[in-house]
């Protein structure tokens, strides 16, 4: 990997923006309790008819953050799609001390992963879209425990949904054993107002993303 001195200022500053955009240092307290990027989500669980190895994700980004996170980027012909596969490599990288984003539980215990796999990043047209592979650290036995998956920032900067009950999918071998609830987010009037009523100076709230994220629950008959 090229160290970060050899880099141009122009990498720098691009790789500065999306690691703030990724992990949450945030350039305006008052920006937490309101996103300020969207991310439209595709998850496919995979696994094999006794296991469920990973997730395969697909992050397409607004149009704004699309055009904030490649403002700069060498985007000609020839060099185009290595600055995007450079892009994605530093997404990865920088999401790795925060769970990529995704926690996973069995009966309420989290379960652990890998480092993530093949990250790509396109571009089509206005939006950029991230797609990588999350595999568990070890497979995970079916049973009739609960299983539940969330996929969210804490500080709530960025806000990422599943559009629709179809954008979550089981591979075909899980399919024949588990199904899916999608189940949208509650926040109490109480919680409402509390984050409404967040100061311009108040401190980092992380709890304030999962009060807004959507949850997958995956039941199944084994």
Same mark, same amino acid.
């Given at each position: 990997?090229?160290?970060?001195?050899?880099?141009?200022?122009?990498?720098?500053?691009?790789?500065?923006?999306?690691?703030?955009?990724?992990?949450?240092?945030?350039?305006?307290?008052?920006?937490?309790?309101?996103?300020?990027? =969207?991310?439209?989500?595709?998850?496919?669980?995979?696994?094999?008819?006794?296991?469920?190895?990973?997730?395969?994700?697909? =992050?397409?980004?607004?149009?704004?953050? *699309?055009?904030?996170?490649?403002?700069?980027?060498?985007? *000609?012909?020839?060099?185009?799609?290595?600055?995007?596969?450079?892009?994605?490599?530093?997404?990865?990288?920088?999401?790795?001390?925060?769970?990529?984003?995704?926690?996973?539980?069995?009966?309420?215990?989290?379960?652990?992963?890998?480092?993530?796999?093949?990250?790509?990043?396109?571009?089509?047209?206005?939006?950029?879209?991230?797609?990588?592979?999350? !595999?568990?650290?070890?497979?995970?036995?079916?049973?009739?425990?609960?299983?539940?998956?969330?996929?969210?920032?804490?500080?709530?900067?960025?806000?990422?949904?599943?559009?629709?009950?179809?954008?979550?999918?089981?591979?075909?071998?899980?399919?024949?054993?588990?199904?899916?609830?999608?189940?949208?987010?509650?926040?109490? !009037?109480?919680?409402?107002?509390?984050?409404?009523?967040? !100061?311009?100076?108040?401190?980092?709230?992380?709890?304030?993303?999962?009060?807004?994220?959507?949850?997958?629950?995956?039941?199944?008959?084994?």
């Amino acid at each position: 990997m090229m160290p970060i001195y050899a880099l141009k200022p122009s990498y720098l500053r691009r790789l500065l923006q999306v690691t703030i955009m990724f992990i949450g240092v945030l350039m305006s307290v008052n920006s937490y309790a309101h996103p300020h990027s =969207w991310v439209d989500m595709k998850t496919e669980i995979q696994g094999d008819g006794k296991h469920i190895t990973g997730f395969l994700m697909t =992050w397409e980004f607004d149009a704004m953050t *699309s055009a904030y996170m490649l403002d700069g980027e060498d985007l *000609s012909v020839e060099n185009k799609a290595q600055t995007l596969q450079d892009l994605a490599g530093s997404i990865m990288q920088n999401m790795t001390t925060n769970h990529y984003l995704t926690y996973f539980y069995e009966d309420d215990m989290p379960v652990k992963y890998a480092l993530a796999e093949n990250g790509t990043l396109e571009q089509d047209k206005i939006k950029a879209t991230l797609q990588f592979y999350l !595999p568990l650290a070890k497979p995970l036995a079916l049973s009739d425990k609960v299983l539940k998956l969330l996929i969210y920032d804490p500080s709530y900067y960025v806000d990422m949904n599943w559009p629709a009950k179809n954008a979550i999918q089981l591979s075909s071998a899980l399919s024949q054993y588990c199904n899916i609830e999608l189940i949208e987010a509650t926040p109490s !009037p109480e919680q409402l107002a509390y984050v409404m009523s967040l !100061p311009v100076d108040a401190k980092r709230d992380d709890a304030i993303g999962e009060l807004f994220t959507q949850s997958i629950t995956i039941h199944c008959n084994y």
